[in-house]
């Protein structure tokens, strides 16, 4: 079946630097990935879509100069979070469409810890 | 706009007992529609999803939903608990296969020795 990872599964940073979150699709092209972002015991809530080569949009109330995301090919795109602090620390969740079905497949998800 | 509505955030059932979490949706197109579980710590598994066709869907292990078109629901059933169901589950919609899903807040399903 289709994989997408996310890497790194958690990573601690220290407050006001960036950390870039992967998210790849191992076996199969994905045009289009979504990012999500859950809260603690809180459901998942969109953050932003990206499409290969071009920019990513994003959803009301999602700060772009903040997540910066980059779709540069068609397996790979990156969630940066930028001057992050500690209320950035969330599960961040990627998916990409494609593979078999031409269908939406999840990635195991990122913790991002900022302290 | 599309949304998803779960009743219940938290149930609680016996080991062996029937499971039921309930999902009711609204959307202005027929809808896509879709349940993960989540384990503690971990990404989402997809469980089911309907999309058109016959309304009863069999997902993995052992869980069932039934699209119901004039409840606009989508209640999740398994026949009987096993301790390992215990995770949250995530009801959501979408327009199509390729449109980003819309979830809904989720239920912690608690099994009971």
């Known amino acids: 079946g289709a994989v997408v990872s996310q890497h790194p599964s958690r990573v601690i940073c220290k407050s006001g630097t960036s950390v870039k979150i992967e998210c790849r699709s191992l076996d199969f092209q994905a045009t289009t990935m979504f990012w999500y972002r859950q809260f603690p015991k809180k459901s998942l809530m969109l953050m932003a879509t990206?499409?290969?080569?071009?920019?990513?949009?994003?959803e009301q109330g999602v700060e772009k100069d903040k997540f910066l995301i980059n779709h540069a090919s068609l397996t790979l795109s990156t969630l940066t979070v930028t001057s992050a602090h500690p209320e950035d620390s969330s599960f961040y969740i990627c998916?990409?469409?494609?593979?078999?079905?031409?269908?939406?497949?999840f990635g195991e998800g990122s913790w991002l810890t900022v302290v | 706009a599309q949304s998803v509505t779960q009743l219940g955030s938290h149930v609680s059932v016996s080991e062996g007992a029937l499971v039921l979490l309930r999902c009711n949706y609204s959307?202005?197109?027929?809808?896509?529609l879709f349940w993960y579980v989540q384990y503690p710590n971990q990404g989402l598994q997809l469980l089911l999803k309907?999309?058109?066709?016959?309304?009863l869907v069999k997902g993995i292990n052992g869980f069932e939903a039934e699209f119901k078109k004039s409840e606009t629901s989508f209640h999740l059933t398994k026949p009987s608990a096993h301790m390992s169901d215990a995770a949250e589950y995530f009801c959501?919609?979408?327009?199509?296969?390729?449109?980003?899903?819309?979830f809904g807040k989720g239920t912690r399903l608690s099994v009971i020795a």
């Open positions: 990206s499409n290969e080569g071009s920019k990513a949009t994003y």
């Open positions: 309907y999309t058109t066709g016959a309304t």
């Open positions: 998916s990409a469409l494609g593979g078999p079905g031409n269908t939406i497949y």
């Open positions: 959501a919609v979408s327009l199509s296969g390729n449109t980003p899903l819309v």
């Open positions: 959307s202005s197109v027929p809808p896509y």
